[in-house]
């Protein structure tokens, strides 16, 4: 650990603020999927920070990770356990695969044709 300039934390009431008003969250129906009441999902808004566990609900409700909006408030240069995501990748390996066995049965069909 190295010491650090102090990064100031967001405004978790404002994230969530700005999301729900972007996708027309209605705080009535939230606050129902959440089996809370209105005015405590309106309260949420106002708070600078919140607990873990009520982030995750408002997560699993709205179907939005805000843990990883939060994440990418952070340096880059900060480490993670989050594996990373090798599908890409894997995909692309795979296509270069096929893109080889393609191009070596165009030669083979040039050859038998005589185009070769």
């Known amino acids: 650990m190295k010491t650090q300039k102090k990064l100031i934390p967001p405004h978790l ?20 999927v ?5 005015a405590t999902v309106q309260d ?3 708070r600078k920070s ?12 709205v179907e939005h990770n805000f843990f990883a909006d939060l994440a990418a408030q ?4 900060y480490t993670t356990n989050v594996p990373e995501d ?13 893109n ?9 069909l040039k050859g038998v044709m005589g185009k070769g």
């Open 74 to 77: 952070l340096p880059q240069t």
């Open 44 to 46: 949420y808004e106002e």
């Open 13 to 32: 009431g404002n994230l969530l603020k700005t999301y729900y008003k972007t996708n027309r969250i209605n705080k009535s129906g939230l606050a129902r």
């Open 100 to 108: 080889k066995i393609l191009a070596g049965q165009l030669e083979l």
């Open 86 to 98: 090798t599908t890409q990748a894997q995909r692309i390996a795979q296509l270069e695969e096929e």
């Open 50 to 61: 919140l607990q873990c566990n009520v982030l995750w609900d408002i997560c699993v409700a």
């Open 34 to 38: 959440m089996n809370r009441s209105r």
